[in-house]
C-alpha cells in the first residue's frame, strides 16, 4: 500500500526545494546586475579618452564583450528562475545573425590554437522567443568545442530545422556523454577547466524554450552539440 502520507509531504518538500532554488538564482542574478551595469558604464567613459593606447582599446573591447556575455547569463538564469508556467518574452530575431556574432567571439582563440572554422549555412531560420537564450547557449556549446579541441576543425551547420556544433575534439566516452549535462560533472579523461555550467544552462533553457539539445560524442573523435528548432508555421 503507497503512504499518500509521505508521499506528499516528500512532494512539498520537493516543491519548497524548487522554490528555495528559483528564489536564490533570481536573488543572485538581481545583485549581479548592479556590478555589471557599473563595470559597463566605466569602461564606456574611458573609451571616450582620445589619449587611450591601441593596446588599451583591445582590453576595454575585451571588458565589453565580457559584460556582454554576464548580461546574458543573468538574463538566462532570471528566464530559468521563473515558474515554468510563467510566459516567456517573446521577440522575432535572425538566428545566423546571432550566430555569427557569436563566431565572432572565438575566432581568435581558434586561430591562436590552430584549429580551423568552417560554417556551413543550408537555412535562414527565425525564431520567435527570448533571443538572449539562444545567445547562451550557442555561446556555451562554442566555448566547450573550443576548450576541448587542439587540433583539427570546428564545423558549425546553420539549418532551417537545426543547428550543430561539431569538433574533432577528445569527445566522450558513454559514462561521461550521459552526465554530460550534469552541473559541475567532469570525467578524469576531460583537460582541466570545464565543463562546469555550461551545457547544464543551455540544455535548462533548451527544454524552457523548446529548443532541445542533444549531444553526440565519440571517445578520441569529437563531439556534435545540435540545437533543433519548432518547424515554421506556415501564413
Avoid at 37 to 42: Q, S
Avoid at 110 to 123: E, F, M, P, S, T
Wanted: hydrophobic share 40%; net charge neutral.
Amino acid at each position: 500500500m503507497v503512504n499518500r502520507s509521505a508521499k506528499g509531504t516528500g512532494h512539498r518538500r520537493a516543491q519548497s526545494r524548487s522554490e528555495r532554488e528559483q528564489e536564490f538564482a533570481r536573488n543572485a542574478s538581481h545583485a549581479l546586475r548592479t556590478p555589471l551595469t557599473v563595470i559597463r558604464v566605466a569602461s564606456d567613459l574611458i573609451a571616450q579618452d582620445a589619449g587611450l593606447s591601441e593596446a588599451s582599446r583591445r582590453s576595454l573591447s575585451r571588458i565589453h564583450l565580457a559584460v556582454d556575455d554576464m548580461e546574458a547569463l543573468v538574463d538566462a538564469l532570471l528566464l530559468l528562475a521563473r515558474c515554468e508556467q510563467a510566459p516567456l518574452e517573446h521577440e522575432a530575431f535572425n538566428v545566423r545573425t546571432l550566430l555569427e556574432n557569436e563566431l565572432d567571439r572565438v575566432r581568435p582563440l581558434l586561430r591562436h590554437k590552430g584549429v580551423g572554422l568552417q560554417l556551413d549555412v543550408a537555412g535562414d531560420p527565425c525564431l520567435h522567443g527570448p533571443p538572449r537564450a539562444l545567445q547562451v547557449m550557442i555561446g556555451n556549446l562554442l566555448a566547450n568545442a573550443v576548450h576541448f579541441t587542439d587540433a583539427g576543425v570546428v564545423r558549425v551547420r546553420l539549418q532551417e530545422s537545426c543547428l550543430q556544433v561539431e569538433d574533432t575534439g577528445v569527445g566522450m566516452d558513454p559514462v561521461t556523454l550521459a552526465r554530460a549535462c550534469d552541473p559541475f560533472y567532469s570525467s578524469v579523461e576531460q583537460p582541466p577547466g570545464g565543463p562546469g555550467l555550461g551545457l547544464a544552462i543551455a540544455r535548462r533553457l533548451g527544454v524552457r524554450c523548446g529548443w532541445p539539445l542533444a549531444l553526440a560524442s565519440t571517445q578520441g573523435h569529437g563531439t556534435c552539440a545540435s540545437i533543433a528548432f519548432p518547424a515554421r508555421k506556415q501564413d
